[in-house]
């Protein structure tokens, strides 16, 4: 199984704008759907975003237009670049095959704070 590291993440203002990372352990990345994820304190992981192995994207609702999801196959890694960042942002953000199945593992994701 492919394990996933998270980066990145931090304390933000409303409206402003930060890039997360995600690196893979093997190769085998280049060959498979990826996505990020996200839990807000209280409530459950849900999907953010995902991108395919050709590149196409899609988004959940609530991050289109806001969000961009993309992938670098020879370093091995993802990114997502969250601009007009809200409050209800605030989440734990993680990185996974898109669509995750209960065996697949996650990592420890990494802390989004959106706050004045």
């Known amino acids: 199984q492919v394990q996933f590291v998270e980066s990145g993440g931090g304390l933000v203002e409303p409206g402003g704008s930060l890039t997360l990372s995600c690196t893979a352990s093997e190769n085998a990345f280049s060959t498979r759907n990826m996505g990020w994820y996200r839990q807000a304190p209280g409530q459950q992981r849900e999907y953010v975003a995902r991108i395919g192995v050709n590149g196409h994207t899609m988004y959940a609702d609530l991050v289109q237009g806001r969000f961009t999801i993309s992938r670098d196959n020879g370093k091995k890694l993802m990114y997502l670049q969250m601009n007009s960042l809200k409050p209800e942002d605030t989440a734990v953000y993680y990185c996974?095959?898109?669509?995750?199945?209960?065996?697949?593992?996650w990592g420890r994701g990494v802390q989004v704070t959106v706050s004045s």
């Open positions: 996974n095959v898109a669509p995750v199945h209960s065996n697949d593992p």
